[in-house]
């Protein structure tokens, strides 16, 4: 391949095809007639609510548009508030400690009309009637150290505390509610906290790695890994009701979805809950059949479709491959929305950086400053990035879309500028004493030389922005992400792991396609490597 | 034959000089590079400026070119100030060579040599580049296609100057053209040079470090020393009164006696 093709012509070429990829996100939404969006905090018993929430507005004629395992409680409210989720199930504890910032006070019935009244002044939302069940936070260890150490209590706990080391969900960890109120009412010190996700956690404490972890009393995994909940003998967990809690937008104008809502009231106890968590967590039977199952012992499914199937009866977990294989409908919608993520928000990247990296290299004064600035973007936490969009961008494809935007910016611009500084500067200075334009320096002589090193800069750009995608699940943009952010929550590590082969494979691929690009734009007479001194 | 020579037999004894620099002063912040210096190149003559890294020679050899403005004195280029010059065109119309050839890594040894005449819009663009190649002793036949990394550097250098004479200038400017070659293709090139000038009657400027190859092919030598020039003379005259201690020490030190 000689070079007279013309560099620029090709390059432009490959960015073209790359741009039009941004005529596709208006596709990306359905615009529907406004389906009912459901949310979920990332954890079992929350992700159960919420489908059967999502099933039973189904079932009552509504569209629903999924968004389960959105986050954690500040940045699933924050998405309600901000009108991208209608409902998601909350539990009033939460709602007076963690998010009012109020003292624990009263019985569950005085905490949920105090929830219910401050919410509705406050912010417009609203907590439809309890589901009927209570929940709390609880303190679990290993059976043999409750044995060994004659721990009942939680003031057992803080008796033996300087032995044992605790492994707590960061929401744990951090809320008044949480590890710091529990330290304070108990007197309790352990030797050593640290900050656990709720898909390693129990394996921590089976292993012997922590000895102490945080919990709900409803949890399925207690039974799951044979632990014991200490007692509060204090009484300083408050009960905590579960419930819907629905956005503006449902409490002004949805009378009809808060009905349908409204027959879940008071139809799930305790009992039930800590079976159904047992059928999601321990027997690991799926979410839609467990929800399925719960709307029909609550009496909602009009009887004739069965019992409670019995353990014995429940599937078997398949084999890795059989349950790629099993999902693979979903996995291929999963994998065309990642690679849509990455390509509109790497095309764009490429559309603002490149030309803004040419721009820097002719005033250069600035250009430190600038890229330096982009850089920063980099250094952000991507998931806290991504945070960042909900209160500008609420939820969904666009905020991730900016989200990898953002964060591809920074290689393709400082590999652009620099490419293009230091291209060749001895022929460069020929160029310019035989009477090259400015112009024509560019586009002749800078910008092929540079060519290879801009498109590595865009290659590091997509292998990244592959990675990151994953996290954009965190806030309902779909791909790759969900059945990892899922599998994270259920602690279920073949889900986790048909989100995150995938994913890896279309890095590997994505990075494969750049490469041959590149070789396209690489100019004929420059090779690869140190090839100039071949001759001498 | 000589350039002087050739206008003396033209019948013009008061030629309007090819290049001229009348008390050119120019710094780098706090670095003076030229302090003063005046010098005149007559048509067809070849100049060499010699000295030591730092006095001043590639800075007054890219006044010529524009590629660097005084910041006191005047440039004249064939008569006219170079400031009144559009510098684009006047770089298009002088040749330059440097030392590491500066050819487009990305273009072939014909595309190269084809830049300035393509610049010019010039017609029969690769046919002056083909002939200039030939003049180099390159057939472009057997060079035409070659990367210039598939090169050694002599005939790199060669591309570079056949670059620089392809569209026909009147003036030339080479900054140590030879000065990274091993001796044996030094000698080749200074001797293909001497000839080319005989044959196209440039005028040149180069700029070099090497007392021996200025005596060989200049007909003035311009000896710089801190942004002065020292002495100013044939080669002949040179050689028979180094005029200066500091030019004396220079022959000296080129094991050349006086």
Known sequence: ?536 | MTGMDQAAEHGLPETVPALEAGGVWKGYGSVRALEGVSLRVTPGECVALVGESGSGKTTLLRMFNRMVEPDRGIVRVLGRDALELDPVSLRRRTGYVQQEGGLLPHWDVLRNVCLVPTLLGQLGVRELAKAALDRVGLPPSEFGRRWPRELSGGQRQRVALARALAAEPDVILLDEPFGALDAITRGEMQEMFRELQRTLGFTSVLVTHDLREALRLADRVAVMKSGEVVRLASPEELLADPGVEYVAQLLARAGVDP
């Open chain 1, 1 to 536: 391949m000689r070079a007279e093709a013309g560099v620029p012509g090709r390059l432009l070429a490959l960015l073209l095809g790359l741009g039009l990829g941004l005529a596709f996100p208006a596709a990306l939404e359905g615009q529907a007639d406004s389906p009912v969006v459901v949310a979920s905090k990332p954890f079992g018993e929350s992700y159960l609510l919420g489908e059967i929430f999502a099933q039973q507005l189904e079932a009552r004629g509504f569209q629903v548009e999924r968004r389960l395992g959105l986050g954690a409680t500040e940045l699933t409210f924050q998405a309600l508030r901000q009108g991208s989720v209608d409902v998601y199930p909350e539990y009033t504890g939460t709602g007076l400690l963690a998010i009012l910032g109020e003292a624990p006070q009263g019985s569950p019935a005085q905490v949920f009309r105090r929830v219910a009244t401050v919410f509705q002044e406050r912010w417009g939302v609203g907590w439809l009637a309890p589901l009927g069940f209570e929940n709390s936070y609880a303190v679990a260890v290993r059976r043999e150290t409750a044995e060994a150490l004659e721990l009942r209590t939680l003031s057992d706990l803080a008796r033996a505390g300087a032995e044992l080391r605790g492994g707590f969900s960061p929401d744990f960890l951090g809320r008044a509610d949480g590890l710091p109120g529990l330290a304070r009412a108990y007197g309790m010190e352990l030797a050593q906290t640290r900050s656990l996700l709720q898909a390693v956690k129990y394996e921590a404490l089976a292993s012997g790695d922590v000895d102490v972890i945080d919990g709900y009393s409803t949890d399925g995994f207690i039974v799951r890994y044979d632990l014991v909940v200490l007692e509060d003998d204090r009484g300083f967990f408050p009960p905590y009701q579960a419930a819907p809690l629905v956005g503006r937008a449902v409490m002004d104008h949805r009378p009809d979805v808060q009905a349908a809502l409204g027959e879940l009231a008071g139809r799930l106890d305790d009992e039930l809950m800590r079976r159904l968590n047992r059928r999601l967590e321990v027997d690991g039977a799926p979410l839609a059949e467990v929800a399925r199952e719960a709307r029909n012992a609550m009496g909602l499914l009009g009887g004739a479709e069965g019992a409670f199937p019995s353990r014995a009866e429940s599937t078997v977990a398949p084999t890795l491959r059989a349950y790629l294989w099993e999902r693979r409908q979903t996995l291929v919608q999963q994998t065309l929305r990642h690679l849509l993520l990455v390509s509109v928000s790497l095309g764009s990247a490429i559309l603002v950086a490149l030309p803004l990296g040419l721009l820097l290299e002719r005033a250069r004064g600035g250009a430190e400053g600038v890229i330096r600035g982009v850089g920063v973007l980099q250094t952000l936490p991507s998931i806290a990035l991504l945070a960042f969009m909900i209160p500008l961008l609420g939820i969904g494809v666009l905020p991730a879309l900016v989200a990898l935007f953002l964060y591809s910016l920074y290689p393709i611009l400082r590999n652009t500028y620099s490419g293009v500084r230091d291209a060749d500067p001895v022929a460069v200075e020929a160029a310019r004493a035989l009477g090259m334009t400015p112009g024509q320096l560019l586009t002749q002589v800078r910008l092929p030389l540079a060519a290879p090193v801009i498109m590595a800069g865009i290659r590091t750009a997509a292998v990244l922005n592959v990675g990151t995608a994953t996290l954009a699940a965190f806030i309902g943009a779909g791909g790759l992400g969900d059945p990892i952010v899922s599998g994270l929550a259920l602690a279920d590590s073949r889900m986790i792991l048909s989100g995150a082969i995938p994913a890896a494979l279309l890095a590997v691929l994505v990075d494969g396609a750049l490469a041959l690009a590149e070789r396209v734009v690489r100019p004929g007479g420059v090779q690869a490597e140190h090839g100039w001194d071949l001759m001498e």
